[in-house]
Structure formats: structure tokens, C-alpha cells
């Protein structure tokens, strides 16, 4: 993700690890934003401005050709926007009026993901003598999440949610700083999850009153829990133990390596709600509440649960802009599970265009369909969760169910994924080293643990806003020499940045 085409524009102006929320460099810029920022509390179109410039500011440091695209993408469908709302004023009778813009700015989006996604992937496809003269093109720093993101805002205004925004919001809303890189998809009008109504872009950005930092002792909690999970949890567990396992499988015991399996998802899991934690707080200094991303999905005893947690604005999203559109569940039961299928097929692709994408986004539709046919069969919904045992049984089959289907969403290629499910069968009678063991200990104490974890860090936040501002530097500041210490050498990259 270094350069949009590397034979043009060969350089950037800022290490490519400044990409990284975990960074110097990016600690260094939100700390000289913020105080300009809050300058023009009093005053939230200046404040947007301010965002603007900085957002796109940023992108531009790390490489001019992103802030470029992302700049041309975002004033396109601006000018889309506008084009669906005057029709719609023209003829106010017609309930379709502006979908032709609509369809024009979907289409567009689409196309816009889709070449640079997949361009790497239709290139290996040729013939080497006809690669080599094709330059090769290389993802801009957030593609996903801002085309999503600009969907759902053409779909707002179509639908009569929302007017359209001066065209200066519409490149800072997809460039938002907080999120561009690693999410969540925050939508331009309001979303429902598992946890409830969240507000949109359009509510906060449009605002005429006076904005103000959004619980800052909850928002500094979130940062420094988000640094936690990335730096420390994510990167111990990578280093000392998955990575090992993974990059040699055979020469592990068979508990290694389904200890690794189990491991990586565990790390997945930290590193990605890490970035969702960190980007959450530092939108909230900046008086926005971005939506929730994860809800302790380890919790879930079944598939279906388990995606109301899991990356939620990313599953919200493909409920209502793909799930819904393709029919939903109002089509009869056999229809419905081939739109579940098509959904989390497409989920698959929509992290990358090898195989092993659309080989793991359809085995979680086709277990979602199972899952669904067994309710059928049963007349039941959710039996498992009838009893303790039963929910526990469900806990670890679904726990392990996405687990394994995480190694092949790990793996480059199927066969990759096919040695390590084989390195299963290659040990088995050999003893687990100690260190194995201890970390299985440690995994299974704190899933054990998570829901009294989660009431420490509520502890933690109700203790810092009942305490003077003047005073938080203290507890704070030992717990960043806390991790100072105890992380490993080096910060762990944004995972999901690599899908």
C-alpha cells in the first residue's frame, strides 16, 4: 500500500509505518491538530474545514496520489449526490426520480473498488510476457472503507434521509482521519446492531451547535486500551507464538499448531478491535461517535451471532446494501439462504480476489444456511442456548468453526492453508512445550475472564471522570510505561490492512 502506481510515483514523504495509528509520526500530528482544532469549538463548519485540510493533509504526507484519488473519488460523487437531489426537486410526484444518478454513482463506486482490488489479480491471470509491461498497481490507503462508505451516503440522499452536504464534507467524511485507514464504515445516516440505533455522519457533521469532546475520560480509556491490545497482546501473541507455528508447521507439535490455529484468531481479534477502539477514541476528542465494531463476539454461541458482533459495521453493512437488495428473507426459506450464501460469498471477495477469500466467505455462508435449515428442521431458533451446556457447546463449535476458516483467510494461497491443517495429523503424539501450554492457559483464562475485564475498564473510566482533569497524567502515564515495557520490540501493523 506504499504508492497507487509504484513506476510513477516512486516515493513518499513519510515512512510508510506512519500509516499506522501506533506511530510517532502520527502521535506528533493529532497532537498539533487538536489544539488548533478545538481554537473553533464555537464554530463546527470551521472545525469540518479544519478536518478537511487535515485529513486530506495526512493522506497527502504519506503519498500525494492517495489524498489525489481519494479528492477526484469524493467531489464525483458529490456532484453525483446533487444530481440525484435536483431531480428529485424537479419532479417531487416520481418516487424513482434520481435513480438514474443513483445507479450512475453505484456503478462508478463498483468500478472504483474494483479496479484497484482486483487489477493485481487480473495481472497474474496474463501471460508473463504481457505482465511485465503492465505497471503495477497498488490499493490507495483506505479503498473500502471510503467507497462504502460513499454508498451509503448516495443512498441517503436518494432515499430523502439526508440532503446533500457542501462538497467540501463529502472528500472530508471519506477521508476522515479516525477511520480511513482501519474503519469502522460509519455510515452517512443512522444504522441499527445488536447494540442498538447509532447516529450517522450527517447528525454531527451538520450540527449547528457548539461541538464538544465526547466523554475524553472514556475517549483516552479507549485510545490507551486500543494501544494495550495492539502493541502488547497482539504482538506477543504474533511473535512468540503464531508466527513461529505458522511459518513451519511441520516442525511443531500437533497442540502447536491448534493452539497457533486458535491463536491467530485471538490475535485477529485484538489487533483489528484495537485499531476500532483507538479510532473510536481519538473521534470522540474530536467530538464525533463513531458506531461500535465489535460486541465480545467470542461470546456468540452460534454463526449467526457471531457476525452481530464480529466487525459490525462491515456485517450491518452487507445486510442492508446486499443482504436486503437481493431479496432478504422475503422470498421464501430456500431463497433466503441462497441470498445468505451470495451475501457472505461476496464478503469473502470484497477482502481480496485470490481463492481463498471466496472459499471462506462461502463456507461461513453455507454453515449460516446450515444453521438456519437446522432451526427449520427443529421448529426452534437458537436450541443450544436453551441450557448452560448447551451454550457452552455452541460457544466452542462456532469458536472453532471460525477459527479454522480463519487459516485459509490467513493463507496466500489453499495450499498453504492445506499444510498447515495437515500439520495437525504430523505430531500428535509429541508432548506441548511448556510455552505452548502456558498460552493455552492464558487464552482459555482470559476468554473466561473477558466479561470482568470489561467491568475493570468500565471501573477504570468511572474512577477518571470522577477525578480532577489535572490529575489523569498519572495513572495514565504508568500505564504507557507500563507498555513501554512489557511490548515487544517493534508495532504490529493493521492486519485487515493486508484484505
Not at 467507497?147 to 441517503?156: D, P
Not at 469532546?213 to 486500551?225: I, K
Request: include cysteine; charged fraction near 10%; charge should be neutral.
Amino acid at each position: 500500500m506504499h504508492d497507487l502506481f509504484q513506476n510513477l510515483l516512486p516515493f513518499k514523504l513519510l515512512p510508510i509505518g506512519s500509516v499506522e495509528f501506533v506511530s510517532l509520526e502520527f502521535a506528533l500530528f493529532f497532537l498539533l491538530f487538536l489544539p488548533l482544532y478545538w481554537t473553533f469549538g464555537h464554530a463546527p463548519k470551521i472545525q469540518n474545514r479544519l478536518l478537511l485540510f487535515a485529513s486530506l493533509g495526512w493522506l497527502f504526507l504519506l503519498n500525494p496520489l492517495f489524498a489525489l484519488v481519494l479528492t477526484l473519488y469524493a467531489l464525483l460523487t458529490a456532484f453525483t449526490a446533487f444530481g440525484i437531489h435536483a431531480t428529485q426537486e424537479a419532479t417531487p410526484e416520481d418516487p424513482e426520480a434520481g435513480l438514474g444518478w443513483l445507479k450512475a454513482g453505484l456503478c462508478f463506486a463498483v468500478a472504483h473498488l474494483l479496479v484497484y482490488k482486483y487489477a493485481g489479480g487480473c495481472k497474474s491471470l496474463l501471460p508473463l510476457s504481457l505482465q511485465s509491461g503492465i505497471s503495477t498497481m497498488l490499493i490507495p490507503l483506505g479503498l473500502s472503507y471510503y467507497t462504502f462508505q460513499s454508498i451509503t451516503y448516495l443512498v441517503a440522499v436518494y432515499r430523502r434521509r439526508i440532503e446533500p452536504w457542501p462538497w467540501y464534507e463529502v472528500p472530508m467524511y471519506l477521508a476522515f482521519f479516525p477511520t480511513v485507514s482501519a474503519g469502522p464504515i460509519w455510515r452517512a445516516d443512522k444504522t441499527h446492531s445488536i447494540l442498538g440505533e447509532h447516529e450517522g455522519a450527517t447528525a454531527q457533521l451538520e450540527a449547528d451547535e457548539e461541538r464538544q469532546p465526547v466523554r475524553p475520560a472514556l475517549a483516552l480509556s479507549l485510545a490507551l486500551l486500543g494501544l494495550i491490545k495492539i502493541w502488547w497482546l497482539a504482538g506477543t501473541l504474533n511473535d512468540g507464538f503464531v508466527d513461529p507455528v505458522f511459518a513451519e508447521p511441520d516442525n511443531h507439535s500437533s497442540f502447536s499448531v491448534l493452539l497457533a490455529i486458535y491463536g491467530y484468531t485471538v490475535q485477529l481479534y485484538l489487533n483489528f478491535s484495537g485499531h476500532a477502539d483507538l479510532a473510536i477514541g481519538l473521534a470522540m476528542l474530536l467530538g464525533f461517535r463513531l458506531p461500535p465494531n465489535f460486541a465480545m463476539p467470542f461470546g456468540a454461541h452460534n454463526l449467526r451471532e457471531f457476525w452481530n458482533r464480529w466487525h459490525i459495521s462491515l456485517s450491518t453493512w452487507i445486510r442492508d446494501y446486499i443482504y436486503i437488495p437481493l431479496g432478504g428473507n422475503r422470498c421464501g426459506f430456500r431463497r433466503t439462504q441462497i441470498n445468505v450464501i451470495l451475501a457472505m460469498t461476496l464478503s469473502g471477495l470484497w477482502h481480496g480476489s485470490g481463492w481463498n477469500f471466496f472459499v471462506w466467505g462461502l463456507l461461513h455462508g453455507l454453515a449460516l444456511a446450515a444453521l438456519n435449515t437446522g432451526d427449520r428442521l427443529t421448529g426452534r431458533r437458537d436450541t443450544l442456548a436453551e441450557s448452560r451446556w448447551g451454550r457452552a457447546l455452541g460457544l466452542f463449535c462456532t469458536f472453532t468453526f471460525v477459527a479454522f476458516a480463519f487459516v485459509i483467510f490467513r493463507s496466500s494461497t489453499l495450499a498453504e492453508a492445506g499444510a498447515i491443517f495437515l500439520g495437525l495429523f504430523g505430531h500428535i503424539a509429541a508432548l506441548p512445550p511448556l510455552s505452548a501450554l502456558g498460552t493455552a492457559l492464558l487464552m482459555v483464562l482470559t476468554l473466561l475472564l473477558w466479561p470482568l475485564l470489561n467491568r475493570a475498564f468500565d471501573a477504570l473510566v468511572s474512577l477518571l471522570e470522577r477525578t480532577p482533569v489535572y490529575l489523569w497524567c498519572l495513572p495514565l502515564t504508568l500505564m504507557l510505561l507500563f507498555l513501554l515495557i512489557a511490548a515487544p520490540s517493534g508495532v504490529p501493523g493493521f492486519i485487515y490492512a493486508n484484505f
